[in-house]
């Protein structure tokens, strides 16, 4: 581990603040943003510490909306301002599903029900095939 230098003439001496407080009349540096307005989330203003504290104590971000638009807002805020729908429920059409085999009620199946082919009336037909015989077959 490396030793702090002890000597005043290798300190570091303080960087000057990159932006300004904006507080008219303050001369400290601007090291703490704050957004400018509820329409503008992302464009800020930068104040010292005394004066980001009071800037956000006055801070309202639902001033100048009705109840209504109030109300609305909350709403969207509880799915993340997602779309969201009532269980059960969706856009678009109803789910198609292509039940070959007639497991699904028929309201649900897009298709009518398709019937495998029927059972081989013995086992001496599946041999036939390979012209072999069935080994019960006597």
Same mark, same amino acid.
């Given at each position: &581990?490396? !030793?702090?230098? $002890?000597?005043?003439?290798?300190?570091?001496?303080?960087?000057?603040?990159? #932006?300004?407080?904006?507080?008219?009349g303050c001369e400290a540096g601007g090291n703490f943003r704050a957004p400018k307005s509820?329409?503008?989330?992302?464009?800020?203003?930068? =104040?010292?510490?005394? #004066?980001?504290?009071?800037? +956000?104590?006055?801070? +309202?971000?639902?001033?100048? &909306?009705? %109840?209504?638009?109030?109300?609305?807002? $909350?709403?969207?805020?509880?799915?993340? %301002?997602?779309?969201?729908?009532?269980?059960?429920?969706?856009?678009?059409?109803?789910? %198609? $599903? +292509?039940?070959?085999?007639? =497991?699904?009620?028929? @309201? &649900?199946?897009?298709r009518t029900r398709r019937h495998a082919p029927p059972p081989p009336a013995s086992r001496?037909? !599946?041999?036939? $095939?390979?012209?072999?015989?069935?080994?019960?077959? @006597?």
């Open positions: &581990m490396r !030793r702090q230098p $002890i000597d005043p003439v290798f300190t570091a001496e303080p960087e000057a603040p990159a #932006h300004p407080c904006d507080h008219p509820r329409l503008e989330l992302h464009d800020y203003r930068w =104040f010292c510490l005394e #004066h980001v504290r009071a800037y +956000n104590l006055a801070w +309202n971000y639902y001033a100048g &909306m009705t %109840q209504a638009d109030v109300e609305a807002e $909350i709403r969207r805020d509880t799915v993340w %301002q997602r779309p969201s729908w009532r269980l059960g429920e969706r856009h678009g059409p109803a789910p %198609q $599903i +292509n039940d070959h085999f007639g =497991f699904a009620p028929t @309201a &649900m199946a897009t001496r037909w !599946r041999y036939s $095939i390979w012209s072999r015989r069935s080994p019960r077959c @006597a």
